[in-house]
């Protein structure tokens, strides 16, 4: 159980163009998803958390017009990065909580690559 | 805001030898402090949690300590294998699973 998926799995992408990434718990509903960004070898950085049905919480330096998100149902919630640009190259990595227990768990995560 | 600090950044091990992490934590308030392991192209995977009203938990070869009053948290592997090797992250929070402030990772490399 508690299981959570993201796709795509890999996307390349034009400057200037913008990328939908998806995340979907399959088996729990999910009141809170989480926007991690993950550069290489280093730690997961929180972008933004998400509340059904509620405006995303961003952190403080996240452009919330640059990353769109939308939690619009208890198991989908979409990150689109708009007007992409080389430095928003990265690994995405969404997660979800059911609220009633601690743990997060964790999709497998988007490689996004701009050129 | 919170801020966690995870040392050594790399680590390694002989196989069979004892394997420890540690993270600090600035807010007092945080009362959830989690590991997770990260293996290469792959998802972090929650490997063991503490909450703050225990100072000990121990699963099989892994255990955790929390010090509140140093504000500080370990990782332990013992006998370790070559299939622990990964990444080991650790992260904070005062509201449970939401809100995870991570540590900067441990890479941790057995050799066998």
């Known amino acids: 159980g508690a299981v959570v998926s993201q796709h795509p799995s890999r996307v390349i992408c034009k400057s200037g163009t913008s990328v939908k990434i998806e995340c979907r718990s399959l088996?729990?509903?999910?009141?809170?998803m989480f926007w991690y960004r993950q550069f290489p070898k280093k730690s997961l950085m929180l972008m933004a958390t998400?509340?059904?049905?509620?405006?995303?919480?961003?952190e403080q330096g996240v452009e919330k017009d640059k990353f769109l998100i939308n939690h619009a149902s208890l198991t989908l919630s979409t990150l689109t990065v708009t007007s992409a640009h080389p430095e928003d190259s990265s690994f995405y990595i969404c997660?979800?909580?059911?609220?009633?227990?601690?743990?997060?768990?964790f999709g497998p995560g988007t490689r996004l690559t701009v050129t | 805001g919170e801020n966690v600090e995870q040392h050594p950044s790399t680590l390694s091990v002989q196989e069979g030898d004892s394997a420890v992490i540690k993270c600090t934590y600035s807010?007092?308030?945080?009362?959830?402090f989690p590991w997770y392991k990260q293996e290469l192209g792959k998802r972090p995977q929650l490997i063991i949690d503490?909450?703050?009203?225990?100072g000990e938990k121990k699963d099989q070869r892994i255990a955790v300590t929390l010090n509140k009053t140093a504000k500080h948290f370990s990782l332990h592997i013992t006998e370790t294998q070559p299939e622990d090797s990964a990444v080991y992250f650790c992260?904070?929070?005062?509201?449970?699973?939401?809100?995870?402030?991570f540590g900067t990772g441990t890479r941790l490399t057995v050799i066998p």
């Open positions: 088996d729990f509903q999910a009141t809170t």
């Open positions: 503490i909450r703050s009203n225990v």
């Open positions: 807010d007092s308030a945080s009362n959830y």
């Open positions: 997660s979800a909580s059911s609220g009633s227990k601690y743990e997060q768990y």
């Open positions: 992260a904070a929070s005062r509201t449970g699973a939401n809100n995870l402030f």
């Open positions: 998400s509340n059904e049905g509620s405006k995303a919480t961003y």
